[in-house]
């Protein structure tokens, strides 16, 4: 087996008595107070006041939303596949029977109530990945607060409001099955 | 007159301990927030008020009304008695530092409580002060020990084994690195120590005698030598006495949790937070004293302010005093930011392997001189 002995720096006495990298150590940390008080270091984000969002990556996993498509059908079909998958359990749904009379009464089922705990939800993405239907998105919306766990919990008609309509996506309901 | 006495001295105790060393424990709390901020290219609190300057008022409250969780597995009542161990020996040692010569009360005042008496301006005017701050200081390793103790648990019970060894490793040094100026003044009065420098220039600015601003005294300036190591050794002492960084092993975030307040909450864990900023504050308080003439202005500025001063006089020898010693916390705070710790074995050899030799050598170095320039 190669061994590598590993040389110690040869310090000189000034270094040994440890004066010197004290007070070279102390040049250094108060420079940086110099440069932060003439402007010339980039500080840190003020949060609320300035937001990153316009630099957030396409890829940004924030809240889970469920969305419509161009024909206005809640692409959801309550498979519940989402509800399987998910780590912490966020998800309960509660599936109901499409009318006979309604225009997508083929496609059979859909959520009656769809809610996302959102204390639990831990942003991984699991249930967009694992949605057969694009059904559910995870958006951009990172400050998701609220004063009661009740309020946390994010329940069908605000999924809609926050994943809003999306076009494009592939249709599997239309006139051809 | 006893009643005067001690009326006067309640007075002062609570005007030193709480409008001055408590509020700036907590502003020494904030500077050092703020500090280690801009040393590392933060902002640091800056919302709460103008500047974020009520943050310790809020940080306060959040202490006062946080849940105070006594845990199931401690020794009850030593795991009450640590905070107050620690927090009432730091707020004790300031009795004996001097902040102010004397005040003579105004005309009409000392018409109405009938006395001409002036008030010295130090809580306890005892003889015998280095003695005293040692004695008492070095009880709030007590605290820190019994924490560690009382906790049951291994990370506090490896901190507060930490701060004993490293107490008494530090706590000779601490002793023997002021002897040199003892011996130059020749007194343990802290009182009579700040009216020498007043008069004679401070210990560590030498180039002033008796009336003569930038006078070259050989004396003086060969005195300076041993003063000078006394100081580094005295600070080093005084950073491992107050659990600062470089030496805050019996704390040691990184490897001991919390070390020894681990299992503190609330006040409690506020109580160590406000002993170990209080030791600070009278630390650099002591520090000034004997090396950067206490309450006096350099130069012989304050030569004529030693007798009985008036009111405003004594509110500025406070205020100098004051200004001195936050240069000295703002000092600390910004080694705390720059050093690493120092590992276990180095700090004992520094302790005993350097400190304590370095302080004994000088102290004969004094002695050499003081008979060289007889
Ligand atoms: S993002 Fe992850 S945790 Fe959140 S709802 Fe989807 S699967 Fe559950
Ligand atoms: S969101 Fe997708 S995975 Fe979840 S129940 Fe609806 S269709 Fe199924």
New interface residues.
Partial sequence: MATKLVERPKLNFFEK?Y?SS?LH??A???G??V???RGK????M?YPEEKWDSNLPEYYRGAPALVTDEHGRERCVACQLCEFICPPRAITITPEEIPNNDPWAKVEKRPKAFEIDMIRCIYCGMCEEVCPEQAIFLRKDYAITGESRAEMVHDKRKLYEIGGVRTGLVNKWNELK | MDWFLIITTLIKIVVVVFLAILPSVAYSVYFERRVSAWIQDRLGPNRVGPLGLLQPIADGLKFLLKEDVTPGHVNKFYFWLAPALVLVPALVTCAVLPFGSEMQLPLWLQDLIGTKANIPMVIADLDTGPLFIFAISSLGVYGIVLAGWASNSKYPFLGGVRSSSQMISYEIALGLSIVPLLMIYGDLHLGKIVAAQAKEGWSLLPFWTEGHAFAFDLKKIALAVPVGISFIVFMTAIFAETNRVPFDLAECETELVGGYHTEYSSMKFALFFLGEYAAMIVGSCFAVTLFFGGWTLPFGLSAQQLGAVGPGIALFQFLTLFIKVFLFVLFFIWVRWTLPRFRYDQLMRLGWVWLFEIALVNIILTAGLLIAFR
């Avoid at chain 1, 270091?41 to 840190?44: A, E, R």
């Fill in positions: 008595i004066l004290i150590g102390l250094l940390t108060f940086h107070i440069r932060l008080f270091t980039k500080v840190v003020q």
